[in-house]
């Protein structure tokens, strides 16, 4: 389901905040501070001299205030609800993502809120936790690729992959779930092996190309398959392939190159994160534009990411 660029939402502060206030809390508010969800004890703050912020409550468990905004990453911004509805809705309906620039603009903010306000977005994105991949009878699709560096007209290029950042990125063809990882160490056996044992069941299916990282890791599982890419074989004779994985770089390389033109290494994870957030909840699997925004919103409880200045 595409949204409604006229819903009041995106124009409206109370309506975003009353949307926000449903996504959040279903079944009523749930106080910030001790976790009462009695509505017997929480009571929302009004008057006629609206002396106090919008949407206060007030906790009769443990004394304190709260509005739906304390404990995600709108806490304490200065910024309208609505334009942060508008800005989630915009990075989730957009495939290869939209440039702090072009955001800022369609918001009328200044171009530094907007780049933090989409850095805040990109880690209610991130998805932590999660129940392994694959599983008995399933596959995991594992492969890495390189990025950055990729100027030869740049007075800091440097020929070879080891001044390139490293990503690893796990898919499940089946589920169409991707996790993917800056290795800020580098690509070795060992760090590799980690993220595959962590966050894929190994009871499943290893697919991967004809690559050395994976070959000790690939006994640990109940089947390895690999493809010989360097023989242009890209379909093995079991019929596996690592095709899934490669769309998903291919995606994360065509809007970094042609959206954000640029990205500083210790930032790497967080556009990792807002691609993979979009790879796994695309339209292709039956989530739209609008189920993807709440995601957003919904994900950023309990997240907090603060501006500190290095002196």
Not at 38 to 67: M, W
Not at 268 to 297: C, H, K, P, W
Request: glycine share 10%; net charge positive; proline share 2%.
């Amino acid at each position: 389901m595409s949204a409604n660029l006229q819903n009041p939402i995106f124009t409206d502060e109370t309506a975003a905040r009353a949307h926000l206030e449903a996504v959040r809390w279903p079944d009523g508010p749930i106080c910030a501070q001790c976790g009462n969800a009695d509505p017997k004890r929480i009571a929302k703050v009004e008057g006629e001299k609206q002396s106090h912020r919008d949407g206060l409550y007030y906790c009769n468990e443990c004394k304190g205030q709260f509005t739906v905004t304390v404990g995600t990453v709108f806490e304490r911004s200065k910024l309208p609800l609505s334009k942060w509805w508008l800005a989630m809705h915009l990075m989730a309906a957009s495939k290869k993502g939209m440039s702090s620039h072009q955001l800022s603009r369609m918001l009328g903010i200044s171009y530094k809120s907007t780049w933090f306000m989409m850095h805040r977005i990109r880690e209610a994105m991130k998805v932590t936790g999660g129940a392994p991949m694959g599983g008995e009878g399933g596959q995991v699709q594992a492969d890495e690729t390189y990025y950055g560096n990729t100027s030869k007209r740049s007075k800091s290029y440097r020929k070879g992959l080891k001044r390139k950042a490293v990503v690893v990125a796990l898919v499940d063809p089946h589920k169409g779930e991707v996790r993917a990882f800056h290795m800020e160490n580098g690509a070795g056996v060992d760090v590799v092996r980690d993220v595959l044992v962590k966050n894929a069941s190994r009871k499943s299916t290893l697919v991967t190309d004809e690559s050395l990282l994976y070959t000790r890791t690939g006994k640990e599982f109940a089947d390895h398959q690999t493809m010989v890419h360097s023989g242009r074989e890209y379909v093995n004779k079991d019929g596996f392939t690592t095709n899934n994985v490669e769309n998903f770089f291919g995606t994360f390389k065509r809007g970094m190159r042609g959206t954000y033109h640029f990205c500083g290494e210790q930032h790497l994870q967080r556009y990792l994160d807002e691609f993979s957030f979009r790879y796994t909840n695309r339209s292709g699997l039956g989530i739209g534009d609008v189920v993807r925004a709440e995601m957003i919103a919904k994900g950023a409880e309990g997240k907090r990411l603060t501006y500190r200045r290095r002196y």
